[in-house]
């Protein structure tokens, strides 16, 4: 995968900056946030996305992710 565009693609998604950090064939990524509400809103959003993925494999929804 081209890292510097999934970089780019979830900095859009979360709206901070974000770092994927390569160690051989492992990695992290890193989300940054400045302060406690910025977090909250990093949590919302992945929240979101994980009941939206959880309802897409029940087949409760279409939603396209």
Do not use: H, P, Q, W
């Not at 160690?23 to 989300?31: C, M, N, V």
């Amino acid at each position: 995968a081209d890292i510097v565009g999934v970089e780019e693609d979830l900095k859009d998604i979360f709206g901070t900056k974000v770092n994927l950090v390569e160690k051989g064939k492992r990695g992290k990524i890193e989300i940054e946030y400045y302060s406690r509400d910025e977090l909250e809103r990093l949590i919302e959003i992945m929240r979101s996305f994980f009941f939206l993925v959880s309802l897409n494999s029940i087949g409760k929804t279409n939603t396209r992710i």
